[in-house]
């Protein structure tokens, strides 16, 4: 099997965009019922993984999440205000109305479309698992039984244990920072989560570290948005099908995942979920 992984380019998130105002405390969204009703939209992102959404010491965001974010508000009109999100927070701030949207690696899930609803998806990625450089691995099972970080919120370890005959021991932590400190001291052997986010990692270590090209499942990562908001679900992915047609999907993946090991010459639009 190759150990190229199809890259099916993020074709972003939504939200808002152009300018951006960092934020880290989440604040009451405005009470329209449609995205479409604020002229500046409150989106969540990740402050924790580089090359998608990090938050610099400076107070701003920079990542592939919120470079789509600013060309799908640019494409809707709308400015937009960046919150920072955990994992365990992504649904949270749209049940709860201070959001309104979220771009933070959510796979769209049967469970999670119980409570939110998903414009997208923007990125078709496939499940990886980070190693060190110097592990023997070269498949998933020849990872079994051993120590794999999990972080609060995130559920790819789940994955990871239905996979036939496959068994962890899951050590959990708060964040893949976190998760990086246990690698890097030998607390765990391994790392499994959405390929974009390794090579995220992977990025901002430099050597160290590789990805298995397992492929253990693909991830379809959709807008989280407020259930029954069809109308800013419709233009969402408007702005996301034309994002992957004039280019800007392959040139932004490219620019943040170039060089990690993610396979970035098959790009296409993801098949999206309805709005309905």
């Not at 990692?201 to 959709?222: D, F, H, K, P, V």
């Not at 259930?227 to 999907?249: F, H, P, S, W």
């Amino acid at each position: 099997m190759r150990n190229r992984r199809p890259m099916r380019l993020l074709s972003t998130l939504v939200l808002l965009g152009g300018l951006l105002t960092a934020c880290a405390d989440v604040g009451d969204v405005g009470g329209g019922k449609s995205l479409l009703d604020n002229d500046t939209l409150v989106v969540g992102v990740r402050p924790d993984l580089p090359g998608l959404g990090l938050r610099r010491s400076d107070g701003s965001f920079e990542g592939f999440d919120i470079d789509v974010a600013r060309y799908v508000a640019d494409k809707l009109k709308r400015k937009v205000r960046f919150i920072q999100v955990l994992s365990k927070d992504r649904l949270t701030v749209l049940t709860a109305g201070k959001a309104d949207m979220v771009l933070a690696t959510l796979s769209v899930t049967p469970e999670r479309k119980t409570d939110i609803s998903f414009a997208g998806p923007y990125y078709a990625s496939y499940q990886d698992i980070l190693v060190r450089s110097d592990e023997r691995a070269k498949s998933v099972r020849d990872l079994k039984g051993r120590r794999f970080c999990g972080v609060e919120g995130s559920d790819p370890v789940e994955r990871l244990k239905a996979v036939h005959g496959m068994t962890a021991d899951v050590i959990p932590a708060k964040d893949y920072d976190a998760c990086m400190a246990k690698i890097r001291t030998g607390a765990v052997d391994a790392i499994t989560t959405n390929d974009v986010i390794l090579a995220g990692l992977i990025r901002r270590e430099g050597t160290g570290y590789r990805l298995l090209n397992a492929r253990i499942s693909e991830q379809n990562t959709g807008i989280g948005v407020r259930r029954g908001d069809v109308d800013g679900c419709e233009a969402l992915n408007r702005a996301i099908t034309k994002m992957y047609q004039d280019g800007t999907a392959a040139k932004l993946i490219t620019k943040w995942f170039r060089g990690t090991g993610l396979d970035l010459t098959y790009m296409k639009i993801p098949q999206f979920e309805g709005c309905s």
